[in-house]
């Protein structure tokens, strides 16, 4: 019986690629168009600096899943002929604020005593990151760049991992809502809406923000909530970002990204005009020319969000062979998921130590 995979996100899509490259047969169940998807609309980072300030694990296991990235994309563009357009030359976050600048650095420096000293950043006076970025506006103080920071596409990524599931033998199920998970003595069974039952010998939840509606009954605690992020994308323009930030970068096809915001608003994924012309604010104090340039789309899409922002990696305690896994960085995770979490699913051995991304950290 196959591994049954329920939601077809970057998630899911990941791990499926991965147990497929372990020789275990796969069914992803994915929902509706309607559905929230983070995976269609996020801001494409595979970002570390900052990521797990007091949380040197969830640091390594980032740091870990950006080293792995340009191979995993070579391999991608091998098996697909889909290129993810990595970009791993570096990122800079960019300061108009004294204060903020200094209590960013003491994090890093903080997070680099944490992980004993191999956490590589350099801070930037103004007149560094000039060279670096001639276009900064007078408003920029400072930066930081750090060699571990990147961004991808991230559609092209879920393209290319839709045909690399498909092309190893997994099947894709689209337009499946899974209404039910039954769990019995030999495995489970993920009931569709339609009555139609998928059977498997595993059973991954990776359903998202779905996955509220699925996983009680396996014993999951599930603390996560939606966490909305605008995004804004300019015209196409001549390429002058060679480093991404946090908040701003180019896309391979010449747009500016700018965002993301976060708001706790529940379940609400429209874009409001203020938070929209905060970003274009924010945008045009680091790089003023882009205030002559043209909006073409803004969006919002929902984070998943934990308690502490970290992934959450959860064998049921119920049904050992029930795994929920979530996370707030699916793409920088993308490459960990896909080369490391399939020996954790799979109980090996050689798995990796996740245990502090158990749910059990939010029961004490
Ligand atoms: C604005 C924004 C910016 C972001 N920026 C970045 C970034 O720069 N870098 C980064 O690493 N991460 C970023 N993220 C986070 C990243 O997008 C997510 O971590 C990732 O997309 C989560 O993927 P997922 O597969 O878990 O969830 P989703 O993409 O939400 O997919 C869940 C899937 O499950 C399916 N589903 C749900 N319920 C059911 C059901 N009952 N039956 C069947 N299928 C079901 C849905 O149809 C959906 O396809 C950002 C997120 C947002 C919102």
């Not at 983070?38 to 570390?48: R, T």
């Not at 991304?357 to 029961?363: A, T, V």
Request: proline residues 4%; hydrophobic residues 40%.
């Amino acid at each position: 019986m196959p591994v049954v995979i329920v939601g077809g996100g970057i998630v899911g899509l990941s791990i499926a690629y991965g147990l497929l490259k372990t020789d275990q047969s796969v069914v992803v169940l994915d929902g509706a168009e309607e559905d929230f998807r983070a995976s269609h609309g996020n801001f494409g980072l595979v970002w570390v600096q900052g990521k797990g300030a007091n949380a040197p694990a969830y640091a390594s296991w980032t740091r870990q899943s950006a080293a792995l990235w340009q191979d995993y994309a070579a391999d991608l563009l091998e098996e697909t002929g889909v290129d993810v357009s990595l970009s791993q030359t570096g990122g800079i976050e960019y300061f108009t604020d004294a204060a903020e600048l200094e209590a960013y650095v003491a994090r890093l420096t903080q997070l680099r005593d944490d992980l004993g000293g191999d956490y590589p950043f350099d801070v930037l006076d103004r007149e560094a990151v000039k060279e670096r970025v001639p276009e900064v506006g007078e408003k920029v103080i400072g930066g930081v760049f750090s060699t571990m920071d990147g961004h991808v596409n991230p559609l092209k990524l879920l393209r290319a991992l839709t045909i690399a599931v498909r092309k190893a033998g997994g099947d894709i199920f689209t337009g499946v809502q899974v209404v039910d998970i039954e769990a019995g003595d030999d495995g489970f069974a993920a009931v569709l809406k339609d009555g139609t039952k998928v059977d498997g010998e595993r059973l991954i939840l990776a359903a998202g923000l779905g996955a509220l509606q699925l996983g009680h009954n396996l014993g999951f605690s599930m603390p996560i909530r939606p966490q909305q992020g605008q995004v804004l994308i300019t015209e196409k323009l001549p390429y002058f970002l060679k480093y991404p930030s946090g908040t701003l970068r180019q896309v391979n096809e010449g747009g500016v990204q700018i965002g993301a915001s976060k708001a706790e608003v529940g379940m609400i994924d429209s874009i409001d005009i203020p938070t929209v012309a905060k970003l274009a604010k924010h945008a045009t104090d680091i790089f003023p020319h882009l205030g002559k340039v043209k909006l073409v789309r803004s969006w919002a899409a929902l984070r998943i969000m934990s308690q502490d922002g970290l992934p959450i990696y959860q064998r049921s305690t119920k049904f050992p062979r029930a795994s929920f896994v979530t996370c707030h960085s699916g793409i920088t995770l993308s490459a960990a998921h896909a080369r490391l979490l399939p020996d954790w699913i799979l109980e090996r051995n050689t798995a990796p130590d996740l245990s502090h991304f158990s749910e059990s950290r939010f029961h004490v």
